[in-house]
């Protein structure tokens, strides 16, 4: 009986994964082959089959200005917001992490934006933000301050989709950083309190190098995440003015249903995956070098 029972245990933790990795295999890996296949192809006329053109959707990319300046908004808008959401989302965490008085009704409020919908957080937004009726530009007048042109502006534009995606993400990346914080076991705090360590001492000394795990993992996963995003830049501004938030993902959603182009659409999700990846790797390296 036991020669029968011990195979079984040695399949059974690879029994267990294997739900996991199917779906993994179904819902992540199959769509990126399917985008290569299609990244090959060009786009179908009436019920035509789409014909086989290799790399000529790649070569017409690299020769594209539209395509260079989405990346360059896209690299932009990923170097702007990925730092300000990690800071914002690690300071909160921190915060919320220090006992007082009404603690969990601030971390309810705390978490409403993640609560509300991409879509109804960037049409709110867009009301605030109006130039004439906003209530925004009626506070800057009210305190005799200028009017601003915000989405209307290609300079203002980007920032204030990162404005928007940082108040949307921080509650929801601070979750993840105050349960690191929380595993941080006190006697480590106290014994260092009895050293006479101050407060700043003990969060660069202590606190960071113990939240090395949460901050790669919460600094990569919000990489990926922003680098998709494309629904505020879509609802709000359609990639302008003058291209100032047309990133990556927006271009390949207009390539793929305002062109009738999905060949170059997923040429364009390809570079995308490339360049995420790429950063994503130099991420976990630099944070590697640092332990």
Do not use: C
Request: hydrophobic letters at 55%.
């Amino acid at each position: 009986m036991t020669n029968h029972t011990f195979p079984m245990k040695k399949l059974t933790p690879f029994l267990l994964v294997l739900p996991i990795v199917v779906l993994l295999l179904i819902f992540k890996l199959y769509p990126i082959l399917i985008g290569l296949w299609e990244s090959m192809h060009g786009p179908a006329f009436y019920a035509a089959p789409a014909p086989f053109v290799g790399l000529d959707n790649f070569a017409r990319l690299f020769t594209d200005p539209v395509f260079w300046d989405s990346v360059r908004v896209t690299l932009m808008f990923n170097l702007l917001v990925n730092p300000i959401q990690v800071a914002l989302a690690l300071g909160l965490a921190v915060l919320l992490n220090i006992p007082a008085r009404g603690l969990n009704v601030f971390r309810s409020i705390q978490f409403i934006p993640v609560a509300v919908s991409l879509p109804i957080a960037a049409v709110l937004w867009s009301i605030m933000l109006h130039p004439e009726q906003g209530v925004v530009n009626s506070i800057l007048v009210g305190v005799g301050l200028p009017p601003q042109p915000f989405l209307n502006s290609s300079d203002q534009a980007l920032w204030v989709i990162v404005l928007i995606a940082t108040w949307k993400g921080v509650g929801y990346w601070s979750i993840f950083l105050l349960a690191g914080l929380q595993e941080i076991p006190s006697s480590i705090y106290e014994a260092a309190a009895l050293d006479g360590s101050s407060g700043w001492r003990t969060f660069t000394s202590i606190t960071l190098p113990l939240m090395k795990r949460p901050l790669t993992f919460v600094l990569v996963a919000d990489t990926v995440t922003n680098f998709l995003l494309f629904a505020p830049m879509y609802m709000l501004t359609g990639g302008g003015p003058a291209r100032s938030t047309n990133v990556l993902m927006l271009e390949s959603f207009r390539s793929a249903f305002l062109f009738s182009d999905p060949g170059r659409a997923s040429a364009i999700v390809v570079v995308l995956l490339v360049i995420t990846l790429a950063i994503v790797v130099a991420q976990f390296r630099l944070l590697r070098s640092r332990h």
